[in-house]
């Protein structure tokens, strides 16, 4: 799913349009750019102009640049049906990867295992992604209720093709 098509089902949910959108912000500078972006003539809007919105509805504004966050975030909210893709998705965060990856965290260890365990996973990964990761770790700590969505966040940013957040190559020359 399109950030702007999980943009319109938020507004249609509250029953607002752009501009009641513009005006629960007090900016009303934005109308026009969210009249853009779900008409299609803004591709890729300033995360300072997504921000705003994405505080508004309670959501990453990750959501609105990433499919599969804007697919799990509707889901939860009960805006569109499950996915073919979603329900598919049987194999183990990590199973895709490289048979040197480490494993994913286990829910039953203690929180100091799955922490110690979570900077071995993300060594495989470059920078950016592991910024991303930190990230979505700060909103945990700030919303621990929305963990499972922020794990599915996490997960969905590391299987992303494209994005800097492949494993690096474990394989020895």
Do not use: C, W
Not at 40 to 49: F, H, I, M, Y
Not at 72 to 99: C, F, K, M, N, S
Not at 145 to 159: Q, V
Request: hydrophobic share 40%; net charge positive.
């Amino acid at each position: 799913m399109e950030g702007k098509e999980l943009l319109r089902l938020l507004l249609e949910k509250r029953g607002l349009n752009a501009n009641a959108l513009a005006d629960a912000l007090r900016d009303r500078s934005l109308q026009s750019q969210i009249q853009r972006y779900l008409g299609g003539k803004t591709k890729n809007p300033r995360p300072d102009t997504l921000e705003p919105i994405a505080k508004f509805f309670g959501i990453g504004i990750e959501a609105f640049y990433q499919p599969l966050i804007a697919q799990e975030i509707a889901e939860r909210l009960l805006l569109a049906p499950r996915t073919h893709q979603a329900e598919e998705r049987t194999a183990p965060y990590g199973a895709d990867r490289v048979a040197s990856a480490p494993t994913p965290i286990r829910p039953k260890a203690g929180l100091r295992e799955n922490i110690l365990h979570l900077g071995k996973s993300l060594e495989v990964y470059d920078e950016s992604a592991r910024k991303a990761v930190a990230s979505l770790l700060a909103d945990l700590a700030l919303h621990p209720e929305n963990a499972a969505l922020i794990a599915n966040r996490i997960t969905a940013l590391l299987d992303a093709p494209g994005n800097g957040s492949q494993p690096k190559s474990t394989a020895s020359p």
